[in-house]
């Protein structure tokens, strides 16, 4: 990871001690898991007593996964089971971030869920966020999954620095990609899109580009008055309500 990569990427939070197990008022449990080159990974999961959809989370590249506790408790109140785990260097997680770094986070994730807790891939969507959209579309590409979630994504990190800088080329100085739009045409599940009308940080231009070139089934559902950071609780009960009918869709509860 390069000196730009650290300003302009990855902005891992080191991890709080608190007891966020009794905090989180659900059935948390902590979880050490290997990545798929064997690095160390924490992460939550939190199951319902009734199996049905299980929602792998893949953050996106600011915090850990502590800043992410409240809507978690949404998503678990909407029904959902769910794996949060943080990349590697956020957190408890051991390592330091990198693009490869990151996508062998997400297969270890996904395996730990096949291997450990035995969940189909029937049950299985993945779900990205900023950041994490990339990656749950490269992992995608590279596990079955009953459907994909990208909220606030954006077509490759070239795309989001000629939006930021004025067209220059930043992203030649970087050490990183995330080229998610070359991913999308080559994948045929069950894909939602959202994305705030008012993100200051991925403009909703970029997303509708990131849309364009998917492949069907595809859907593109717009949050009013959202900015990045705050479109769950913007989107309210209309937002998760549009979760729950994607997952129930592709899951086949």
């Given at each position: ?118 969940i189909k891939s029937e049950r299985t969507v993945i779900f990205g966020r900023s950041l994490g959209a990339a990656v749950a579309g490269e992992l995608a590409k590279l596990r079955p999954a009953a459907g994909l979630l990208l909220e606030s994504c954006f077509p490759s990190i070239e ?95």
């Amino acid at each position: 990871m390069g000196l730009l990569d650290q300003i302009f990427v990855f902005h891992p939070h080191p991890w709080e001690d608190r007891d966020w197990v009794q905090l989180s008022a659900m059935p948390l449990e902590e979880v050490w898991f290997p990545a798929k080159d064997g690095e160390k990974l924490f992460g939550w999961y939190v199951e319902q007593p009734v199996p049905g959809a299980m929602l792998l989370w893949c953050h996106g590249n600011a915090g850990n996964m502590t800043h992410r506790l409240e809507n978690l408790q949404a998503l678990y109140r909407l029904g959902l089971s769910v794996f949060l785990f943080d990349y590697r260097g956020y957190g408890r997680s051991r390592g330091r971030p990198s693009e490869e770094g990151f996508y062998s986070d997400a297969v270890g994730a996904y395996d730990y869920l096949v291997r450990v807790r035995r969940i189909k891939s029937e049950r299985t969507v993945i779900f990205g966020r900023s950041l994490g959209a990339a990656v749950a579309g490269e992992l995608a590409k590279l596990r079955p999954a009953a459907g994909l979630l990208l909220e606030s994504c954006f077509p490759s990190i070239e795309a989001v620095a000629r939006d930021h800088y004025m067209g220059l080329p930043l992203h030649w100085l970087l050490g990183t990609a995330f080229r998610l739009e070359e991913r999308l045409p080559h994948l045929s599940l069950p894909k939602l899109f959202i994305h705030g009308d008012r993100d200051q940080i991925i403009p909703i231009a970029l997303g509708r580009r990131t849309f364009a070139a998917s492949k069907p089934p595809k859907e593109f559902y717009t949050v009013r008055g959202a900015d990045h950071n705050n479109l769950p609780f913007i989107g309210g009960k209309a937002y998760f309500s549009k979760l729950a009918a994607f997952i129930n869709s592709v899951v086949g509860r």
